[in-house]
């Protein structure tokens, strides 16, 4: 099924005829055609706006990305608005803290914001970006396109501080020629500032995001938020914790964005500033008790919950490749798949520092296979691999290889899920289901032409198989056996989704452009 528009059907154009005798008729009939052309016009723009807010409700899909270059500070009633190259941020000044920000999972045109401006006698927040001008309308929680900027309207100034001492965080320093100097000496200016009702003077970065200088006790205080790097391949839930991983941003920085659900506060480790993290392309993300374990293209990292500290395992170490893949752990220790090859990294408890790559004789370690998704039941070690899928028991034995009965599943497998006892496979043939009671097997196949790759990663959960693509996400519904598949014109920041995580009623995507939760189990969505 295709993806709907955001803002539902296209306005179509109405034929009207008249018939012409006098300038003076003319000019009244032109009047007329122009009302009825105008309130049709508005008509249909209204009932487009109820045709999507009938599928999607405001909240229905989230976005995270890069917020940390800020272009613009606007404020109304109620928040402190920054404008930014990934959004607009919208902090509560009442609740002190951060609500939802402003995307084109939203119905913003562009991301990158140039110019705020906030317009007190309509209530109405103007965005001025690179794909043209925007409009918010808090009655409709709608953003509307076109319309000329009010540049008169704009709050914040990009002229130089008269400050001169500020007490900063730790690291940083503030220089009152305009810019804060960071760790290792690098220099983050101010862009934008503006001073509200409250003695509160609100700035905007480029490079640390927006910030927040108190004028009483002349505290400058750093308010990150979203992610560091917003290409997103890998999400892991860990207790109250969220980690991102991904690849290097436009600026060339690359980073780990961990998110605290509890405080509400995010945090980055930056490549290759700390010991331990000499690169941070992260491919896939586990959590245990004590660690963290991030697969990465230059190796296997550790990071220790307790010392706060990374550790790096690569090719030296005993891994099979330096790219690694896939991870999945188990009560035998951590599986971690590469592009050529898997490992098995035996644990010893209570030893964080005693780890074994001897877990596999080398024979058994399909040294010149890529590894694509490794899963684990009850009973068995799964790995998805070019040549198909293979299971070795979970206490230990050979490796077999897997075939489904009647040829259902052959070639590249590219990724593996599991719920209860069912085992989902994926491959560009289609997605099937395994059920090892009765030896059962069901290929769904996705309706129109799959991507060369397929199905990048699965989810599941007691009702729906989700599916991330490059052509977007794909929801099966395991009773009815319908796809429904969604795309940024729902409410991803991209097409390509990459990483998938299960909250609930939530679904976690990640993309190049950022993260995006979406809201799949709402009962007043409609799907046609």
Same mark, same amino acid.
């Given at each position: 099924?295709?993806?709907?528009?955001?803002?539902?059907? =296209?306005?179509?154009?109405?034929?009207? *005829?008249?018939?012409?005798?006098?300038? /003076?008729?003319?000019?009244?009939?032109?009047?007329?055609?122009?009302?009825?052309?105008?309130?049709?016009?508005?008509? &249909?723009?209204?009932?487009?706006?109820?045709?999507?807010?009938?599928?999607?409700?405001?909240?229905?899909?989230?976005?995270?990305?890069?917020?940390?270059?800020?272009?613009?500070?606007?404020?109304?009633?109620?928040?402190?608005?920054?404008?930014?190259?990934?959004?607009?941020?919208?902090?509560?000044?009442?609740?002190?803290?951060?609500?939802?920000?402003?995307?084109?999972?939203?119905?913003?045109?562009?991301?990158?914001?140039?110019?705020?401006?906030?317009?007190?006698?309509?209530?109405?927040?103007?965005?001025?970006?690179?794909?043209?001008?925007?409009?918010?309308?808090?009655?409709?929680?709608?953003?509307?396109?076109?319309?000329?900027?009010?540049?008169?309207?704009?709050?914040?100034?990009?002229?130089? %501080?008269?400050?001169?001492?500020?007490?900063?965080? +730790?690291?940083?320093?503030?220089?009152?020629?305009?810019?804060?100097?960071?760790?290792?000496?690098?220099? &983050?200016? $101010?862009?934008?500032?503006?001073?509200?009702?409250?003695?509160?003077?609100?700035?905007?970065?480029?490079?640390?995001?927006?910030?927040?200088?108190?004028?009483?006790?002349?505290?400058?205080?750093?308010?990150? +938020?979203? $992610?560091?790097?917003?290409?997103?391949?890998?999400?892991?839930?860990?207790?109250?914790?969220?980690?991102?991983?991904?690849?290097?941003?436009?600026?060339?920085?690359?980073?780990?964005?961990?998110?605290?659900?509890?405080?509400?506060?995010?945090?980055?480790? #930056?490549?290759?500033?700390?010991?331990?993290?000499?690169?941070?392309?992260?491919?896939?993300?586990?959590?245990?008790?004590?660690?963290?374990?991030?697969?990465?293209?230059?190796? %296997?990292?550790?990071?220790? =919950?307790?010392?706060?500290?990374?550790?790096? &395992?690569?090719?030296?170490?005993?891994?099979?490749?330096?790219?690694?893949? *896939?991870?999945?752990?188990?009560?035998?220790?951590?599986?971690?798949?590469?592009?050529?090859?898997?490992?098995?990294?035996?644990?010893?408890?209570?030893?964080?520092?005693?780890?074994?790559?001897?877990?596999?004789? /080398?024979?058994?370690?399909?040294?010149?296979?890529?590894?694509?998704?490794?899963?684990?039941?009850?009973?068995?070690?799964?790995?998805?691999? #070019?040549?198909?899928?293979?299971?070795?028991?979970?206490?230990?034995?050979?490796?077999?290889?897997?075939?489904?009965?009647?040829?259902?599943?052959?070639?590249?497998?590219?990724?593996?899920?599991?719920?209860?006892?069912?085992?989902?496979?994926?491959?560009?043939?289609?997605?099937?289901? &395994?059920?090892?009671?009765?030896? =059962?097997?069901?290929?769904?196949?996705?309706?129109?032409?799959?991507?060369?790759?397929?199905?990048?990663?699965?989810?599941?959960?007691?009702?729906?198989?989700?599916?991330?693509?490059?052509?977007?996400?794909?929801?099966?519904?395991?009773?009815?056996?319908? +796809?429904?598949?969604?795309?940024?014109?729902?409410?991803?920041?991209?097409?390509?989704?990459?990483?998938?995580?299960?909250?609930?009623?939530?679904?976690? *995507?990640?993309?190049?452009?950022?993260?995006? /939760?979406?809201?799949?189990?709402?009962?007043?969505?409609?799907?046609?």
């Amino acid at each position: 099924m295709a993806a709907a528009t955001r803002y539902g059907r =296209k306005p179509v154009d109405f034929p009207v *005829c008249f018939s012409y005798r006098s300038k /003076k008729g003319n000019l009244t009939l032109k009047l007329v055609r122009d009302v009825i052309l105008s309130a049709l016009i508005l008509l &249909f723009l209204w009932s487009g706006i109820v045709f999507a807010r009938g599928r999607y409700r405001p909240g229905d899909w989230v976005s995270y990305t890069n917020f940390r270059y800020v272009t613009s500070v606007a404020y109304d009633h109620k928040y402190i608005y920054f404008g930014t190259t990934g959004g607009i941020l919208r902090y509560d000044r009442f609740r002190e803290t951060w609500n939802t920000p402003f995307t084109t999972s939203d119905g913003m045109i562009d991301n990158w914001v140039r110019r705020l401006a906030y317009d007190p006698a309509k209530d109405e927040l103007w965005a001025d970006t690179y794909s043209g001008t925007a409009m918010y309308q808090p009655t409709f929680e709608e953003w509307y396109g076109g319309g000329v900027f009010p540049a008169g309207l704009v709050q914040s100034d990009k002229g130089k %501080l008269s400050l001169t001492d500020l007490f900063v965080e +730790f690291g940083y320093t503030y220089v009152s020629e305009g810019y804060i100097l960071g760790p290792h000496l690098r220099r &983050f200016d $101010l862009t934008a500032h503006l001073e509200d009702n409250w003695q509160n003077l609100w700035i905007g970065t480029w490079g640390l995001g927006p910030g927040l200088i108190k004028l009483r006790s002349y505290d400058l205080i750093l308010k990150r +938020f979203g $992610l560091f790097t917003r290409d997103v391949e890998a999400i892991c839930f860990d207790g109250d914790d969220i980690w991102f991983g991904g690849g290097i941003d436009e600026d060339g920085r690359q980073g780990i964005t961990r998110y605290d659900t509890r405080l509400e506060e995010w945090s980055y480790y #930056e490549a290759p500033y700390l010991s331990g993290l000499p690169g941070a392309e992260v491919t896939a993300i586990v959590a245990d008790e004590d660690f963290v374990w991030f697969g990465t293209r230059q190796g %296997l990292i550790r990071y220790d =919950k307790d010392r706060d500290s990374f550790t790096r &395992f690569s090719t030296f170490s005993g891994l099979e490749n330096d790219l690694v893949s *896939c991870l999945e752990t188990t009560r035998d220790g951590l599986w971690v798949g590469t592009i050529s090859g898997v490992n098995l990294l035996e644990l010893k408890k209570g030893k964080p520092d005693s780890l074994s790559f001897r877990g596999l004789p /080398k024979g058994k370690r399909f040294s010149n296979l890529h590894i694509y998704d490794i899963e684990r039941d009850s009973g068995f070690v799964w790995i998805a691999t #070019e040549l198909g899928v293979f299971r070795r028991l979970n206490v230990g034995g050979e490796w077999q290889s897997f075939i489904i009965p009647e040829g259902k599943l052959g070639g590249v497998v590219t990724a593996i899920g599991r719920w209860g006892e069912e085992i989902w496979f994926a491959s560009p043939r289609g997605i099937l289901l &395994f059920e090892p009671e009765g030896m =059962k097997s069901t290929l769904y196949i996705p309706p129109g032409t799959m991507p060369e790759r397929g199905v990048i990663k699965l989810a599941v959960n007691r009702e729906r198989v989700f599916a991330a693509t490059s052509i977007g996400l794909y929801e099966l519904d395991k009773k009815s056996g319908v +796809f429904i598949r969604f795309s940024s014109q729902d409410g991803l920041l991209d097409d390509r989704v990459q990483a998938l995580a299960l909250e609930g009623d939530y679904i976690w *995507c990640g993309t190049p452009k950022g993260v995006t /939760k979406f809201y799949w189990n709402n009962p007043s969505r409609l799907d046609y």
